[in-house]
């Protein structure tokens, strides 16, 4: 079974593909034109093993946030068409991340209910070019368009690099884990036998 998802946005704003194959070998091909974002999706890609390929452009002459955002939003769609029905997916993941001194918890949930709790504080405002507070968009944006409940915890950390690093890494470990076969299940993990 090929569990892939594919889907392209074009808006007044942006212009947006995103492919992915929630079984592969960790490869990201394409770019953001967002040099962060971009390391962070690499990131992403490689710890949760899945293959992704993107191409995007945007409004950045006036900054980076309607491409981050909508890139958010076709991820999560492309991971909710991957996931079907979601018969025999694990549903819950969970990982805490180190990254020197920083330490992160990411918790989801592909319950098909989108909520972001976003508990990470005390960023500095940028690293490099990029707004750090739009991390925080791509994870809703992310949450809402594929119908997942996301927890975020900054549990340690002053390092703004090391931190969203480990967001982004535990992000694809709990993600991995979530979407995961069970061994022996067949059924939707819900008493209510749907996932929506």
């Not at 990411?106 to 709790?117: H, I, K, N, P, T």
């Not at 405002?125 to 949450?143: I, K, N, P």
């Not at 709990?174 to 979407?179: D, E, G, H, L």
Request: hydrophobic share 40%; aromatic share 6%; charged share 25%.
């Amino acid at each position: 079974m090929k569990r892939t998802g594919a889907i392209e946005r074009k808006t007044g704003e942006t212009d947006i593909k995103v492919r992915i194959s929630l079984d592969g070998q960790g490869l990201l091909t394409g770019a953001t034109g967002v040099g962060f974002l971009d390391h962070m999706l690499e990131l992403f890609v490689k710890h949760s093993n899945c293959n992704m390929e993107i191409s995007a452009s945007g409004d950045l002459h006036v900054d980076a946030h309607h491409l981050t955002e909508d890139i958010g939003i076709c991820i999560g769609k492309a991971i909710k068409e991957a996931l079907g029905d979601k018969k025999g997916i694990k549903r819950y993941g969970a990982s805490y991340v180190p990254m020197d001194e920083a330490l992160v918890r990411v918790v989801v949930d592909f319950s098909g209910r989108s909520y972001l709790a976003y508990r990470v504080c005390e960023l500095n405002e940028r690293v490099g070019d990029f707004d750090t507070e739009l991390v925080e968009e791509f994870l809703r944006a992310l949450s809402v368009y594929g119908g997942i409940t996301i927890h975020v915890d900054k549990l340690a950390g002053h390092n703004t690099h090391h931190v969203i690093e480990g967001v982004f890494k535990a992000l694809a470990r709990s993600m991995s884990a979530a979407w995961s076969m069970g061994a022996g299940q067949t059924s939707v993990l819900s008493t209510k036998g749907v996932l929506e």
